[in-house]
């Protein structure tokens, strides 16, 4: 029983510390990633501050540097605690091992002992030879032989613990090293953060002087915004209205060619449902496919942060001001492509405005809207693949960002697109 529970306690602790470095790995990894959006996220800062002609969209990409340098920070503190439960189980290990050691050591030194006293080959053969029978000569001769081969194996065990314990030692010495370093780029990374946060506050302070200028701004955006939305949603209803016109068609279609068991008498005129697309079998595979990746979608560009989330929120810099949004707005850098998320089909292209330029993307009864383009790649009816390229995304010459607008919406409901794409 002791032996059973011994293993057992060996597998729980090798399981553990198996789970311990696999989590240190993707912490790892993840690091990596906030590291490579931290510069990729400065290079979009230097991008904009050489254009600069609005201090709240320096101040916007300065604050997610803020927010990806706190992730940073959290990361490394994680890899510093599980680095710490590691370095925790191998002292145990150690201490544990020079504890059997020094039972083994004593153990030994007892042994050589008694053996030192009964050295001579004489004396063993004499404790042979003074055996009262041959049985009993014979069971010295074994116990002899049994204690040599103990003795034996004693000091191989002694020799084993010993390398063991050598080789726990220098991993706590290399984890100590790794520890130290950990705590030492937190330290340099909280220092940064600090640098940051005051650059951002002598940015809000200079914006302050500028507060009714930007009200006047950011309500003008917002009245541009509702008409664009109200446009969106009447091009929506339209191709809803079409795409239902089309399917009754194919459905007096295949009454009047005996295809199907409904009644022979056309159907009435009706005024087609704009609201809600009836959806084709084709379609409504397509559409619980969609559903079935929520939360797992890929970004409509490759990098990038989202500058401004969906639904009604406090403006960054003045939280009376109520900001809206039907989608997300991700910043992203001078360049970029635009790409679908999801395979479907182009149910639009058009010019929202003269400089805003739009790709509709019908998923059964879900639509994907890509707002702000410079240039499109594809036309009305083309079919897309997920991650292909629509288009480009347009630079503002008047604040030097790189923004595209991305929708998700369910006929005409809009939906979260936060909840939607794949977290990073």
């Not at 510069?39 to 803020?66: C, P």
């Not at 490394?76 to 504890?99: A, C, F, H, P």
């Not at 339209?238 to 022979?264: D, L, M, P, Q, Y």
């Not at 949004?325 to 991700?330: D, L």
Request: charged share 30%; proline share 3%.
């Amino acid at each position: 029983m002791p032996k059973f529970l011994l293993s057992l306690i060996f597998i729980c602790v090798t399981t553990f510390a198996w789970a311990q470095d696999s989590q240190q790995e993707k912490l790892e990894q993840r690091k990596a990633q906030i590291q490579q959006e931290i510069r990729d996220n400065e290079k979009m800062l230097q991008s904009v501050k050489k254009k600069e002609k609005s201090a709240v969209n320096v101040f916007l990409i300065q604050q997610n540097k803020i927010r990806l340098k706190e992730k940073l920070i959290n990361t490394t503190s994680k890899q510093e605690r599980i680095l710490g439960n590691d370095m925790y189980i191998n002292q145990l290990k150690v201490n544990k091992l020079k504890r059997e050691l020094a039972v083994l050591k004593e153990d030994y030194s007892k042994m050589i002992l008694k053996s030192y006293k009964s050295r001579s080959e004489q004396s063993r053969a004499m404790f042979i030879l003074s055996s009262e029978s041959f049985l009993q000569a014979y069971k010295r001769a074994q116990y002899l032989k049994q204690y040599t081969n103990y003795r034996k194996n004693q000091g191989l065990e002694i020799q084993s613990k010993t390398a063991e314990l050598v080789d726990y030692n220098t991993r706590l010495d290399g984890q100590r090293k790794v520890k130290k370093k950990i705590i030492a780029e937190n330290e340099k990374e909280k220092q940064s953060l600090e640098v940051e946060k005051k650059e951002q506050q002598k940015l809000v302070n200079s914006l302050k002087k500028d507060k009714n200028k930007i009200i006047a701004d950011t309500k003008a955006k917002q009245k541009e915004s509702k008409a664009i939305d109200a446009k969106i949603k009447q091009l929506i209803r339209a191709a809803i209205a079409e795409a239902n016109r089309k399917a009754e068609e194919e459905r007096r279609k295949r009454i009047a060619e005996g295809k199907t068991t409904e009644s022979t008498d056309p159907a009435p005129a009706k005024t087609f449902s704009s609201d809600k697309i009836a959806l084709t079998p084709e379609g409504k595979l397509l559409a619980a496919d969609f559903k079935a990746n929520r939360g797992k979608l890929p970004w409509p560009v490759e990098k990038g942060f989202i500058s401004l989330g969906y639904g009604d929120q406090p403006h960054p810099l003045y939280p009376s001001l109520t900001v809206h949004n039907s989608g997300v707005e991700i910043t992203t850098e001078s360049g970029a492509t635009a790409r679908a998320v999801f395979e479907g089909v182009v149910s639009k292209v058009i010019a929202l405005s003269p400089v805003n330029r739009a790709v509709f993307i019908q998923h059964g009864d879900y639509f994907t809207v890509y707002q702000n383009l410079s240039s499109v790649s594809v036309e009305q009816g083309d079919k897309v693949n997920i991650k292909q390229s629509i288009g480009k995304v347009r630079t503002s010459g008047d604040t030097g960002k790189t923004i595209i607008k991305f929708l998700i919406l369910q006929n005409t409901s809009n939906n979260n697109p936060e909840g939607w794409l794949q977290n990073r």
